[in-house]
Nanobody, 115 residues
Framework: QVHVVESGGGLVQAGGSLRLSCAAS????????MGWYRQAPGKEREFVSR???????NYADSLKGRFTISRDNAKNTVYLQMNGLKPEDTAVYYC?????????WGKGTLVTVSS
């Protein structure tokens, strides 16, 4: 069984920063990539970023330059540094990992950006 747990969400003012963390544990043999999606109120879940085990990264075009993803392979942990936060970044942020042909998801962490 694989567990994915996010942390680090909260309330922040516009222009502020937050760092999300996501730790994976359980029967994990090899993680191909880990990353983040988010879902704003009333909207569909959207891709934020992902990172492969060798450190290659992808970002949603609209978030490039503000968000940075990183990973600690030894700890099966991925981080999302979010700077210059905007009210439209308010969402539940979900971590995922892809391993053995299966996507595993966390339950999400809420980020609220006040104007």
């Amino acid at each position: 069984q694989v567990h994915v747990v996010e942390s680090g969400g909260g309330l922040v003012q516009a222009g502020g920063s937050l760092r999300l963390s996501c730790a994976a544990s359980g029967s994990i043999f090899s993680i191909n990539f880990m990353g983040w999606y988010r879902q704003a109120p009333g909207k569909e879940r959207e891709f934020v970023s992902r990172i492969t085990k060798d450190g290659s990264t992808n970002y949603a075009d609209s978030l490039k330059g503000r968000f940075t993803i990183s990973r600690d392979n030894a700890k099966n942990t991925v981080y999302l540094q979010m700077n210059g936060l905007k009210p439209e970044d308010t969402a539940v942020y979900y971590c995922f990992l892809y391993s053995g042909g299966i996507n595993y998801w966390g339950k999400g962490t809420l980020v609220t950006v006040s104007s």
